[in-house]
């Protein structure tokens, strides 16, 4: 049941704000805590939540409403609405349990081999698939391994497999976080800060530019969390060719590759490939023609238009397959966007950027390192992605005010953002994983809270100079 003192607080005050006739600044501030407050709470769904500024705004005469509304056509929205439509084709296609159970193939020689083969596996499927839809696919292959693990191993072999368990379903949750740090497109908080800078600042990030930039702290992170897990969870797991048997056994059952998966295959290949190799083609050619945004949606009306057989000529994707679209997603994106041109056009966020740009912190680094920990362990309470829709601006804005690029404060807050590892509520990764019951919230947090840690001192080391680099 909904508090109604949370759902009726936010707009009986700023109706009762209105009454005495208040500044443009009061009343985008009342909006914007009308609205974190409906995202914390979830008193409603967050699109829904997000639809508030086309409404309120024009109504007290802060902004147009074509100006609001053109807030909800942001490019970047598109960009990630292209990435869920190739998303959607990899999951009904089940080209991503494919990808997952040839990877485990490879690896499943020993124990420390199937976590690799998992953490591999997942984090590669979030760097393109949202890191819930990946978590989900990748729960059952789990279960399934240690379902077989349990029926072939003798009961003084066993000992260790309920340690080896809680292993594997770390690994899926991290992993599927971590994973979507690797891609522009592969964690909404990305999707967010990518918006804001082409919004407020008149940014672009090339998809393979980010790729570069974040691919070493994405690594040594997996890596880190490979030997924590390892270290912290002892276990020996004896594997034999039985093991190997199985994985081939449940690749086997998938059948030979179908007309659409090989679309489906062939398009995911060609979007990616452009994506990286953008700047390449456009050097050759030396002409600028392309951009990740049409990349992605040429990617996605290819899997509704291109024929899978030659009698009905259906596609890959139909007209069912948009209700599957995380639309919620999209609209809190727009909402978010819509938020912050209020914000700034009322000044708001450079006023705050200047009272926090007072308070002496040393160096820009201190500053920095500050925000990212703020963002990681408020992750852990929040959604990562309200959290960047209401704090990446201000801490941008922050950064510029102490002569930091936007791109270097913006990237590393929307990192650490999706770092959040100690508790189950924290992601919907956690929470999947806590749901089979194979692990406790002190083993997440045992592990979790030393991860947390590991994490932002590689941000705050590796990838402040791979993000300087980068993006100088």
Known sequence: MRNWLSLLIPPLGAAALLLFEPT?????????????????????????????????????????????????????????????????????????????????????????????????????????????????????????????????????????????????????????????????????????????????????????????????????????????????????????????????????????????????????????????FKGSIHYLLDTKFLNDTSIAITGAILLFLLPTNTK???????????????????LLFGGGMAMAGALKQVGLIEMTATYLANFDMGSPYVLVFVLALASLFLTEIMSNVALCVVALPVFMELGVKTHLSPIVVGMITAICASMAFSMPVSTPPNAIVFGTNMIRVKDMMRAGILLNLIGVSVVMSLGWLSIHFFFQ
């Open 24 to 276: 443009a600044s009061q009343v985008a501030l009342s909006l914007m805590l009308w609205m974190v407050m409906w995202w914390v709470l979830e008193v409603m769904p967050l699109g829904i939540t997000a639809l508030l500024p086309l409404v309120y705004l024009p109504l007290t005469g802060v902004m147009e409403l074509k100006l609001v509304a053109s807030a909800y056509a942001n490019p970047t929205i598109y960009l990630f609405l292209g990435g869920f439509v190739i998303a959607r084709g990899l999951e009904k296609t089940l080209l991503n349990e494919r990808i997952a159970l040839n990877i485990l193939k490879v690896t499943g020689r020993s124990d420390g081999g199937i976590i690799l083969g998992f953490m591999i596996a997942t984090s590669f499927l979030s760097m393109w698939i949202s890191n819930t839809a990946t978590t989900v696919m990748m729960v059952p292959i789990a279960l399934s391994v240690v379902d077989f693990l349990t029926k072939q191993l003798a009961e003084n072999q066993k000992t260790t497999l309920k340690t080896f368990s809680i292993v594997l379903f770390l690994t899926i949750a991290y992993s599927a976080n971590m994973g979507g740090i690797f891609t522009p497109v592969g964690t909404p908080p990305n999707v967010v800060l990518l918006g804001f800078l082409e919004e407020i600042y008149n940014i672009e990030i090339d998809f393979w530019r980010w790729m570069m930039a974040v691919s070493p702290i994405g690594i040594v992170v997996l890596g880190l969390q490979f030997f924590l897990l390892r270290r912290i969870f002892h276990y020996n797991v004896p594997i034999d060719q039985r093991f190997r048997k199985f994985a081939k056994a449940q690749v086997k059952s998938l059948g030979p590759l179908n007309r659409q998966q090989k679309i489906t295959l062939v398009v995911f290949c060609l979007v990616a490939f452009l994506w990286i």
């Open 312 to 330: 009905d000529f259906t596609a890959v994707l139909g007209s069912k397959d948009i209700a599957h679209l995380p639309w919620n997603i999209i």
